[in-house]
């Protein structure tokens, strides 16, 4: 009985990666602050402390997650940015990416950065600057690869980057609520191709040698 006893209480051992992606599913569903100890260690199987010992504390797990769950999509994105044969090629991909990432059936709905954290009491103050501090950082990229574009003669030499980077990160925000409430991927990338017709320079047509470049960076960051 003893023996018994002892193995039952044995904690158990949590794989980090397992972990993450239990916490990252739970945090996007319910946000930061709908999300609680008791909800993050009964998806896990663990005990707090092994919780904490493992992650630190709620703060440091959520952090944690995020970098788990957007790491590949960062990764393809400034991928398209850097590698695009154009600027517009480039949001083309980036924002029907988004369009597909945050509407994927079997997960939950919207970005968990973009819309992440938004209203919070003044003791998630420091998450929610954290999670500003990434959507600006997005911001910041499209801007610089905007920035090239106008260098390069792509877009006009009056062009206001920073407005249009931010209004392309507002499209993307806006398209992560609308896929909470239902919207499906064909409609948001129908929303994603209004917006690119406000496009201050010369657009690619899908035709030719720049749609061809599009498949062959879609099909890559399929990989």
Not at 38 to 53: F, R
Request: aromatic share 6%; net charge neutral.
């Amino acid at each position: 009985m003893t023996e018994a006893v002892r193995k039952r209480g044995r904690p158990r051992v949590l794989k980090p990666e397992v972990g993450l992606e239990k916490a990252a599913l739970l945090f996007w569903e319910h946000g930061y602050e709908g999300t609680s100890i008791a909800d993050l260690t009964q998806a896990m199987g663990v005990t707090p402390p092994s919780l904490y010992a493992t992650f630190g504390s709620k703060e440091d797990l959520y952090r944690q997650a995020l970098d788990y769950a957007i790491e590949g999509e960062n990764r393809r994105r400034a991928e398209a940015l850097r590698g695009a044969p154009s600027a517009y090629d480039a949001m083309v991909f980036y924002l029907h990416d988004v369009a597909e990432s945050i509407s994927q059936p079997g997960k939950p709905r919207g970005c968990i950065v973009s819309s992440a954290v938004l209203q919070h009491s003044e003791a998630s103050a420091s998450v929610a600057r954290d999670v500003a501090a990434r959507r600006d950082a997005a911001t910041r990229a499209i801007k610089d690869r905007l920035d090239r574009a106008v260098s390069d003669g792509e877009l006009p030499a009056d062009t206001d980057t920073d407005s249009l980077a931010r209004f392309y990160a507002a499209v993307v925000q806006g398209m992560s609520a609308q896929a909470c409430d239902g919207a499906c991927t064909a409609r948001l990338k129908q929303v994603a191709d209004i917006a690119l017709s406000a496009w201050p320079g010369e657009r690619m047509d899908g035709r030719g040698s720049d749609g061809r470049a599009r498949e062959r960076l879609a099909a890559k960051a399929s990989r």
